[in-house]
């Protein structure tokens, strides 16, 4: 049970949506929990051993599985692979995919089964192109006239032709869902099998819906009462998770991957417009945050232990932005709560309580700050303790509350969503979607700015520019050293905790509920969940 604007995959940022993509859509290959290379639609996996990786880092060959069908019948070929590279790239399409590209010069297709992609340098990260949830090919077939700024009015968003296992059979955008006695208004998707899947016989499902609405706590009480047979991330109390176990009907399925739940500041002017209309733009800088002392002192006022704790079993606190693999979580790190030290780098920033009102000023400006998040029970009560510790210090917060589907989604033309950051503050879960964290730590550099200019795509939504931080990602881009490649993430991330660039809150374990008849689960936290959902069965 999981909600979703659309079931295309290349600008969907939120995992809702890939969640859904990935049931019709597939990369060229994927990660297992372990961090291994699967393939999908590759026919091998590339190494130097077969001669597909270059010896000199700098390119890599892809071999595609013959006979492959798209849903509609049409041949899959090394055409797709290219228009794919091409439609992601183009900054009219706006895809949060984007950043899984930057290091690539170009993309060939050799012949009707072999892509060749040519990176700008030695590239240690020669997986990542169409590789996981960020490797989704598309048909040119379907979405070639689509490859401009008409690109989110794409019929086969709500129509896709994948080579995945199901179809789409029917995409509604209002239904319901009776869960007990409460109706719950939803978005409904219904899959089939394909009929041009590659291993048909093995489905074991004759229809595989999906369907959103409500808040994680309605999709728990779904999966206890045997409504649903799955729920997408329950980020809900432990005492709701104990709710869902004790009903005899479903488990919760828990496992730790890179997503970390933090606070992010805002780097730009929200409040400001430019001459065309753009707000939170590059031009004008946040009036308060970027004195690196208020921000330290809204970190040092964030109690991480209270956070862990409304999460139960699937939340421990973190100083880190960057967690996994665990090769390249830093050591170096550490989060404090201190209201004391809070109150004391304010009054060194100049901000105090000129009126008596209980809120600093400075200039005869307010310290009064927006903090906005998507509706859910946890983040709710997160937001709360936070609002309610933030005014203790003298700062004053309003809470701003999005629906999920909204404020997760990718949408450019939707001013509530994390991109366009039209707040102070804002809390989500993200992480590297791959067990090589390059395409993630880029969200950090200036040129990575999410603006009007690059549709909203970049991944930089805080959009903090540090000329340190940017040298220090570009050294990790080319250097082949496995450990020298770590210390520099690394680097980075106490880079960014050091000067207090985001307030990482906890690692966020992803974690659903089944029913206990549902067999072949296996997640990866480098992939949607739904990523073999080919093996997805019924115990007998």
Same mark, same amino acid.
């Given at each position: ?34 961090? /291994? ?129 199901? /179809? ?123 004195? /690196? ?135 989500? &879960? ?69 000067? &207090? ?36 069965? /019924?115990?007998?």
């Amino acid at each position: 049970m999981a909600s979703a604007k659309h079931t295309e995959p290349t600008p969907s940022a939120g995992i809702k949506d890939q969640t859904a993509s990935r049931i019709v859509y597939e990369p060229l290959a994927s990660f297992d929990a372990e961090g /291994r290379l699967v393939h999908f639609l590759a026919a091998e996996i590339p190494s130097l051993e077969n001669g597909q990786v270059a010896p000199d880092g700098r390119s890599v060959t892809w071999k595609l599985r013959p006979g492959i069908k798209w849903s509609d019948g049409v041949p899959f070929t090394a055409k797709d692979v290219l228009f794919t590279y091409q439609y992601i790239v183009n900054e009219d399409v706006g895809s949060s995919s984007a950043g899984s590209y930057k290091s690539v010069a170009k993309v060939e297709a050799l012949d009707n089964l072999t892509v060749k992609v040519t990176f700008k340098d030695v590239n240690p990260a020669w997986s990542l192109p169409f590789v996981g949830v960020q490797g989704m090919i598309i048909p040119e077939h379907v979405f070639g006239q689509y490859n401009n700024k008409d690109a989110a009015s794409a019929p086969a968003n709500l129509a896709p032709v994948g080579t995945g296992p199901y /179809r789409l059979k029917e995409f509604r955008t209002e239904d319901v869902l009776l869960i007990g006695e409460d109706v719950v208004n939803t978005v409904k998707i219904i899959f089939e099998p394909n009929p041009e899947y590659r291993d048909r016989d093995s489905l074991a499902f004759k229809q595989v819906t999906l369907q959103g609405g409500g808040d994680a706590r309605t999709a728990a009480n779904a999966v206890s009462e045997g409504i649903v047979d799955y729920a997408w991330n329950l980020q809900v109390g432990e005492a709701d998770l104990r709710s869902l176990e004790t009903k005899g009907v479903g488990r919760v399925e828990l496992y730790w991957g890179s997503y970390v739940e933090r606070i992010m500041l805002n780097f730009t002017d929200p409040r400001r417009e430019t001459a065309d209309g753009e707000r939170a733009s590059v031009e004008f800088p946040h009036p308060i945050l970027t004195d /690196r002392r208020v921000r330290q002192a809204l970190a040092a006022a964030v109690d991480r232990r209270k956070a862990a704790e409304l999460h139960g079993r699937s939340g421990r606190a973190t100083a880190n932005l960057l967690v996994a693999p665990a090769a390249f979580a830093s050591p170096n790190t550490k989060w404090e709560f201190n209201l004391d030290k809070a109150r004391a780098l304010l009054d060194e920033a100049g901000w105090r309580d000129t009126d008596g009102d209980g809120v600093r000023d400075k200039d005869g400006v307010p310290l009064a700050l927006v903090f906005q998040t998507s509706i859910n029970p946890v983040r709710e009560a997160t937001q709360d303790f936070i609002k309610a510790d933030f005014g203790s210090i003298g700062v004053r917060v309003e809470n701003k509350l999005i629906d999920s589907s909204i404020f997760l989604g990718s949408s450019p033309d939707n001013t509530n969503t994390r991109r366009h950051f039209y707040a102070d503050l804002e809390e989500f &879960a993200y992480g590297n979607k791959g067990p090589d964290p390059g395409s993630y730590m880029i969200g950090w550099t200036c040129a990575e700015a999410a603006q009007k200019k690059n549709n909203w795509s970049g991944t930089n939504w805080a959009r903090y520019c540090n000329p340190e931080y940017d040298a220090l990602f570009q050294a990790s881009a080319t250097e082949v050293d496995p450990e020298k490649r770590g210390a520099l993430f690394m680097a980075m991330n106490d880079l960014l905790i050091a000067d &207090a660039a985001v307030i990482p809150l906890i690692e966020w374990a992803y974690t659903s509920g089944l029913r206990n008849d549902i067999a072949g689960y296996d997640p990866t936290p480098w992939d949607a969940e739904t990523w073999d959902i080919a093996k997805w069965h /019924r115990k007998k």
